[in-house]
């Protein structure tokens, strides 16, 4: 009994595995260290970051992403640490965002992005041994919302001249 079940372990194991490592989003672990040093990441996470090729395991997260040197990367740094402080004494996932972190655009700028992450602790002996981030880039609908606002402020105020 206890090696079929073991067996069946071994093999949901490599299922997940292979489906979260070819899932259409992006998925990253980290270890809970103060460094927040990266495990492992799939290949949507090196396509969505815009570094496919680039090695980042056991690199600490904000040395091999890190964030523009505004206001607006810090406040994400911040809340991630946070957010990864709190998983740790309640061992409960968390929904954080829409942070704005940009991305390196190539010619020593930064794009802007903004994330919108799903946070789960990885608890093993009943301690949070890693964190898993799913993200979703957000950047689209975080600009067509501010658009949409312009717009009708715009409006708002071309009809009070128009009023007068």
Same mark, same amino acid.
């Given at each position: 009994?206890?090696?079929?079940?073991?067996?069946a372990?071994?093999?949901?194991?490599?299922?997940?595995?292979?489906?979260i *490592?070819?899932?259409p989003?992006?998925?990253?672990?980290?270890?809970?260290?103060?460094?927040?040093?990266?495990?492992?990441?799939?290949?949507?996470?090196?396509?969505?970051?815009? *570094?496919?090729?680039?090695?980042?395991?056991?690199?600490?997260?904000?040395?091999?992403?890190?964030?523009?040197?505004?206001?607006?990367?810090?406040?994400?740094k911040?809340?991630i640490?946070?957010?990864?402080?709190?998983?740790?004494?309640?061992?409960? *996932?968390?929904n954080?965002?829409?942070?704005?972190?940009d991305?390196?655009?190539?010619?020593?700028?930064?794009?802007?992005?903004?994330w919108?992450?799903?946070?789960?602790p990885?608890?093993?002996?009943?301690?949070?041994v890693?964190?898993?981030?799913?993200?979703?880039?957000?950047?689209?609908?975080?600009?067509?919302a501010?658009?949409?606002?312009?717009?009708?402020?715009a409006?708002s105020?071309t009809?009070?001249?128009?009023?007068?």
């Amino acid at each position: 009994m206890k090696d079929s079940v073991e067996k069946a372990q071994e093999t949901i194991g490599d299922v997940l595995f292979d489906g979260i *490592s070819q899932a259409p989003f992006a998925v990253l672990l980290f270890k809970s260290d103060d460094d927040l040093t990266i495990i492992w990441r799939n290949d949507a996470h090196a396509k969505m970051s815009d *570094s496919i090729g680039r090695d980042v395991h056991d690199y600490p997260l904000f040395e091999a992403f890190p964030p523009s040197e505004d206001t607006a990367g810090a406040e994400a740094k911040d809340a991630i640490f946070a957010c990864v402080e709190r998983i740790r004494g309640s061992g409960t *996932s968390e929904n954080i965002g829409p942070y704005r972190f940009d991305l390196p655009d190539g010619a020593g700028g930064f794009m802007e992005h903004h994330w919108q992450m799903t946070m789960s602790p990885i608890v093993r002996d009943g301690s949070v041994v890693a964190v898993m981030q799913v993200a979703e880039d957000v950047t689209k609908a975080v600009l067509s919302a501010r658009v949409e606002e312009s717009l009708k402020r715009a409006a708002s105020k071309t009809a009070s001249v128009c009023f007068f």
